[in-house]
């Protein structure tokens, strides 16, 4: 069988192979062995690999699966053969999601809804869980808040706007160019206000004072943050840092996916000022501690839940081949994918 891998080059480049890989003939006691029906695309976290010691020649591709389960360890008590799952496989996982079994830890499963599909499953699982990390476990959203999104029509933002919403929590969110604008405005629930961040003449700060009576937001999820004043042209669409140190409100909570983010005396006393917190998100921490596995569990199947009830409403491009996985890793390891893809096995 075939599995996505990717190796790095020495000037930065990163190569996308399908490699043919062996189908584990033993597996543990906890472990499941599960056909893979379909496996969504995320970029590659190199640094990331590099920080955690798990550095390989060959890193696997593919870690958001969805498939039925084929056999069970001994010891396994969550699932029988036959069962439909959904989950993401660890960081150290010798496999790529797009082989067409996988055997993987019972505790990085949970069961899939019948009503949701093999692709939503997949597609939706991680996007999912970074929204419940940013706006449960990390900002405590309660109702009556208001949010700001950065990048609303994007996967991840998408799902954070529908949970907000469903939790009662007043939702802002920003657009990076006029198509996004319009998909956001048709949103239903509706967003509170839709600010044109392509667009010079419109300010992200004042657009948010103006809209919460001059007492800023409760919660700023980014999506990436501008730290001097000349930055390259891929980041013109992000805010700087103190714009959203401005627009955040007394007690607020700032949720930042900038992991190079640097802070300095002055910026650190107006979070001081305004009793405000800032949290930086990282989903991976999950699966690469297991203090907390419970809850993970729990999170990724109220993620299920919530996408079988209509909840969550994805904007997915349509399943890929096996074959077309390469490419569209590509487009999706630089960025240029603005919805979720997932491969059809």
Known sequence: MKGLYCKPGDQGDVKFILEDTNIPTNIGSHEVKVQVKSCALSPVDFKLYEDLKLEKEHVPVGREIAGVVLQVGPKVTFFQPDDEVVGILPLDAEQS??????????YNL????????WFEAAAVIKDGLR????LHTLARMAAGQTVLVLDGAGPFGLLAIQLA??????????ALSPEDQKFLEELRPSVARVIR?????????????????GLGVDIIIDSGVRLYEEEPEAQRHCPHKHDLLTLLSVGGHWVTTEQHL?????????????????SFLNDEVWTT?????????????????KLCTGTFRPQ??????????????????????????????
């Open 97 to 106: 999601g797009l082989c067409s079994v996988v055997v993987t830890d019972e």
């Open 110 to 117: 949970v069961q899939k809804p019948e009503k949701v599909s």
């Open 131 to 134: 929204a419940y990390t940013a």
């Open 165 to 174: 919403h469903y939790h009662g929590v007043k939702v802002l969110a920003t």
């Open 197 to 213: 961040v392509w667009d010079a003449k419109e300010d992200l700060v004042d657009s948010c004072l103006e809209e919460t009576g």
């Open 262 to 278: 640097q802070l300095d005396p002055p910026d650190s006393h107006i979070l001081f000022l305004k009793a405000a917190s800032l």
């Open 289 to 305: 501690s297991r203090a907390k596995q419970g809850r993970y569990l729990h999170i990724l199947k109220d993620v299920m839940d």
């Open 316 to 345: 997915l491009e349509d399943p890929v081949p096996l074959y077309e996985a390469t490419v569209s890793m590509e487009m999706v390891q630089r960025k240029q994918a603005r919805k979720r893809i997932a491969v059809k096995l």
